[in-house]
Nanobody
């Protein structure tokens, strides 16, 4: 059974940066894309970024494009989301997810396993 554990959430100032990490524990022979989604209060879950299982292909959501990068260390089953120039609108619960395909996807329906989520709060 694979579990996804997010870390790095918390409080940040507008204009600052954040780094979120997600480790997939359990079976290590995973060849699936992974991604980040977020859910702001009262809103639907929104795609943030995703990365293919080799780490060579990525997709970035429109709301964070130009401010966000995603990376992957396959040896440790870890993905990292780095976001700069934070805005109060980035306040949300951020979820890590593992897809059931190798290439990254922006659709939540492509993801089979989800983490518990980590809260990020950006103050102005």
């Amino acid at each position: 059974q694979v579990q996804l554990v997010e870390s790095g959430g918390g409080s940040a100032q507008a204009g600052g940066s954040l780094k979120l990490s997600c480790v997939a524990s359990g079976r290590t022979d995973r060849r699936y894309a992974m991604g980040w989604f977020r859910q702001r209060s009262g809103k639907e879950r929104e795609f943030v970024a995703a990365i293919g299982w080799r780490g060579a292909s990525t997709r970035i959501g429109d709301s964070v494009k130009g401010r966000c990068t995603i990376s992957r260390v396959t040896a440790t089953n870890t993905i990292t989301l780095h976001m700069d120039f934070l805005e109060p609108e980035d306040t949300a619960v951020y979820y890590c997810a593992e897809a059931f395909r190798e290439s990254p996807s922006e659709g939540s329906e492509a993801y089979a396993i989800w983490g518990q989520g980590t809260q990020v709060t950006v103050s102005s």
